[in-house]
Nanobody, 121 residues
């Protein structure tokens, strides 16, 4: 069973930066794609950025050029560097990962508990 623990959220002013981290722990064979999603109260959760095991990345149009996703495969950790933050980036940010408990197990999708990012104008 994989657990994801996020950290790094907080309150910043518009134009400032934050770095989110998410570490996978527990018993698993391997962690595959990792991603960050965000959700504003009353709205659907949306993909912010995704990174494959090999390092290929995908970003939401709204964060391209401002956010960078990266990972440390040795530590099973994913990061989200958020620069030039805007008030509309305010949301709860969730870490997401695909993993297998054993090499022959089916792929499971795991979510973190979320970390709040608040950007004031």
């Amino acid at each position: 069973q994989v657990q994801l623990a996020e950290s790094g959220g907080g309150l910043v002013q518009a134009g400032e930066s934050l770095r989110l981290s998410c570490a996978a722990s527990g018993h698993f064979f391997r962690v595959y794609a990792m991603a960050w999603y965000r959700q504003v109260s009353g709205k659907q959760r949306e993909l912010v950025a995704l990174i494959s095991t090999e390092g290929s990345t995908k970003y939401a149009d709204s964060v391209k050029g401002r956010f960078t996703i990266s990972r440390d495969n040795a530590e099973n950790t994913v990061f989200l560097q958020m620069n030039t933050l805007k008030p509309e980036d305010t949301a709860v940010y969730y870490c997401n990962a695909e993993s297998r408990r054993f090499s022959y197990s089916r792929m499971l999708e795991v979510w973190g508990q979320g970390t709040l990012v608040t950007v004031s104008s």
